[in-house]
């Protein structure tokens, strides 16, 4: 008897469960068109803003997810859905938002973002495919970090010529940006070009001096070099400048580690 009202209590809850999400689903479809767009809309902004704040990804997901639920299939809320699941670190279900998205909207920005996704994934012909499709779209803002993408994609296929020269056209629409020399910068390391690697990873920590990348490239080269002396110098320099706890801690340990060789 007790396994029959056990029983019971499951189905009621199971057939309230999908009650209830009958009425949700109905309640958003009884709305006018222009007020279904609005509340969507409204739930997608919450989500990017949530996004963007340290431990509300779960806000974001459940904002995004409803803008999606009153108004399926915007191009724009599953690109945003496809970078909340790069956050939480499951890429192939990031990949397949990007491309629902690319489904139902031919966008340069999306395909910008599908491209740094390929790259992270080491897929480098898709990801120059995806980078070119961004760059077909002249009025396209972000044309510097889909050059970026493209110089990325390149590298990865050991393309240094027309990488280098994607990462220049990135540097002519941001002139501003230190990415550019910190990429062809890391295209002479990996042409074991170690001179003007070297010279160029100094200029940009000249002109930064925390950043951690140009210093992480410098003591590549360094350690390379056999030059352990200015990569200590380095290394001590940066810990003194940076303020952030986490690349502090990184230097005093590549110190550590410098004086146990």
């Keep these: 008897m007790s396994c029959r009202n056990s029983y019971a209590k499951i189905l009621c809850i199971a057939l309230l469960t999908i009650a209830l999400s009958s009425c ?9 068109p222009d007020k279904q767009a609005k509340l ?14 340290e431990g509300m990804l779960p806000k974001a997901f459940e904002e ?46 999306i395909y910008n973002n599908y491209a740094s996704l390929l790259n992270r994934q080491e897929e480098y012909k898709k ?19 889909a050059f970026i993408n493209l110089g990325n994609a390149l590298l990865g296929q050991e393309n240094f010529p027309e990488a280098t ?7 002519l629409f941001n002139p501003s940006s230190a990415l550019p020399d910190l990429r062809i910068a890391d295209a002479f ?8 690697a070297r010279l160029l990873y100094e200029t940009i920590i000249n002109q930064q001096q925390d950043s951690r990348n140009a210093v992480e490239g410098l003591l590549a080269v360094l350690l390379k070099q056999n030059d352990n002396k200015k990569a ?27 004086d146990r060789l």
Excluded: C
Aim: no cysteine.
């Design 165 to 171: 020269q994607a990462f220049q056209q990135a540097k």
């Design 232 to 258: 200590r110098k380095v290394l001590a320099l940066f810990s003194q400048r940076t303020s952030s706890f986490q690349d502090k801690t990184w230097a005093l340990n590549q110190l550590d580690r410098l």
């Design 189 to 196: 390391y990996q042409q074991n070009k170690l001179p003007e």
């Design 64 to 109: 995004l997810m409803e803008s999606n639920s009153i108004l399926p299939n915007q191009p724009h809320v599953l690109d945003m859905l496809a970078y909340a699941w790069l956050l939480r670190g499951d890429l192939k279900k990031s990949e397949s938002y990007y491309i629902k998205a690319l489904k139902y909207g031919d966008n340069a920005s």
């Design 24 to 32: 949700a689903s109905s309640r958003h479809q009884q709305l006018d």
């Design 40 to 53: 969507a809309h409204i739930h997608y902004q919450i989500g990017v803003d949530a996004i963007s704040k």
């Design 127 to 145: 990801a120059e495919k995806n980078a070119r499709k961004a760059l077909d779209d002249p009025r396209y803002s972000n044309q510097d970090l």
